[in-house]
């Protein structure tokens, strides 16, 4: 178990309202990424970390920001949450260094009403 | 540009029956292949790279580099085997900026 958590696990939140997600794991790994999960689309890539204070977009990164401010957490903000980012985030940590083999968090599922 | 594609979206089979889980992907490189699993409310886990070339749970994979393919197999499926299941692609450079297919639905019926 790579000790990896996500917080909160279940939000409801309105249309226009900041929101952070927060990942945060136990072991030290480097590179950590942000994904969303919704039906019909599989999981895409928000943003990533590859160290603290470097992170870049992924393939979905529009409305959302992140930041690494130490190696064990990372944290996903929607400045102004609309109803479009409704899904499921999951955070993810590369095992092993730059790999693809990737472990998962429970994920956060978030509802914008 | 990196892509997987996994045709089916739903996928229903008997018990004890085989099934195979198609992945197709489209890279230009030499990717590295994987499947994960979900099943029900629990985190997604990982199932098969295709470097180990590992069975896991009665699972194989191969990668067919001339069909660009990376289906998963499993000769007799098993109830517990209902599941979420995506396939991904991890490129040769900044391995972990995964790409996942949209996931195929396994359904195994008693």
């Known amino acids: 178990d790579a000790g990896i958590t996500q917080s909160p696990r279940h939000k409801v939140t309105e249309t226009g309202t900041p929101v952070t997600l927060r990942c945060h794991q136990t072991e030290n790994h480097r590179y950590m990424y942000w994904y969303r999960q919704d039906p019909g689309h599989g999981l895409r890539l928000i943003h990533y970390s590859y160290g603290v204070k470097d992170t870049d977009k992924g393939e979905v990164s529009d409305g959302y920001s992140v930041s690494r401010s130490k190696t064990e957490d990372f944290l996903l903000t929607l400045e102004s949450a609309t109803s479009s980012q409704t899904s499921v985030y999951f955070c993810?940590?590369?095992?092993?260094?730059?790999?693809?083999?990737?472990?998962f968090g429970e994920g956060s599922r978030l509802t914008v009403l | 540009a990196q892509r997987v594609t996994q045709p089916e979206k739903l996928l229903s089979v008997f018990k004890g029956a085989p099934v195979e889980l198609k992945c197709n992907y489209s890279y230009s490189g030499s990717p590295e292949l994987f499947w994960y699993v979900q099943y029900s409310r629990q985190r997604l886990q990982l199932l098969l790279r295709h470097i180990s070339r590992e069975s896991i749970k009665g699972f194989t994979a191969d990668l067919n580099k001339g069909e660009t393919s990376f289906h998963l197999k499993k000769p007799f499926a098993q109830e517990e085997d209902s599941a979420m299941y995506y396939c991904a692609l991890s490129p040769n450079t900044n391995a972990g900026k995964s790409t996942f297919g949209d996931g195929t639905t396994l359904t195994v019926k008693p």
């Open positions: 993810a940590i590369s095992v092993g260094g730059n790999t693809g083999e990737l472990f």
